[in-house]
């Protein structure tokens, strides 16, 4: 079993920036995946980032160039900094972890951008 712990949401307005972490404990294999994903109201959860973790990394065409996504193996934990927040990036940002068949997902944490 792997538990996830994510922090750093929060109300920010129009083009600042947030830091969401998401640490992961328990049972965790050195060959991992981690990312992101993000679900609206009324909208289906999707991809935001993920990295492996030999640090190669993908992204969602809308948060490209305005976040990066990291990792530190030593403590396992992963981190998005996203900048130039839109409203659009209003969700509720969920934390994954993969590691061969089994995908774990953290509690999530809300992110608002107002106009």
């Known amino acids: 079993q792997v538990q996830l712990v994510e922090s750093g949401g929060g109300l920010v307005q129009a083009g600042g920036s947030l830091r969401l972490s998401c640490a992961a404990s328990?049972?965790?294999?050195?060959?991992?995946?981690m990312g992101w994903y993000r679900q609206a109201p009324g909208k289906q959860r999707e991809l935001v980032a993920v990295?492996?973790?030999?640090?190669?990394?993908n992204y969602a065409d809308s948060v490209k160039g305005r976040s990066t996504i990291s990792r530190d193996n030593a403590k396992n934990t992963v981190y998005l900094q996203m900048n130039s927040l839109k409203p659009e990036d209003t969700a509720v940002y969920y934390c994954?972890?993969?590691?061969?068949?089994?995908?774990?997902w953290g509690q999530g944490t809300q992110v608002t951008v107002s106009s």
């Open positions: 994954t972890f993969v590691s061969g068949l089994y995908t774990y």
């Open positions: 990295i492996i973790s030999g640090g190669r990394t």
């Open positions: 328990g049972r965790i294999l050195s060959n991992n995946r």
